[in-house]
């Protein structure tokens, strides 16, 4: 599950990616567009989230899971 904490350190109720059952691994914030890059433990394997909450997955193929993330300065 990936969630975001409100200013009062609450559960934003509205931020919910669709990320099925698969457990996040790892995460990296782009910073500037607060796009939300999660590994997954099991496929799609990777998940690009934007700051509304809506998911993009990119499937890397059955059974594969992405234990590091990390962005590119460029």
Aim: glycine share 10%.
């Amino acid at each position: 599950a990936l969630a975001r904490l409100a200013a009062d350190g609450s559960v934003d109720q509205t931020f919910l990616p669709a990320l099925g059952s698969a457990s996040v691994r790892d995460i990296s914030i782009a910073p500037g567009s607060g796009r939300i890059f999660a590994g997954l433990d099991f496929a799609p394997g990777l998940v690009e989230v934007d700051p509304a909450g809506t998911a993009t997955v990119f499937n890397l193929g059955n059974n594969n899971s992405v234990s590091e993330t990390a962005l590119s300065p460029n």
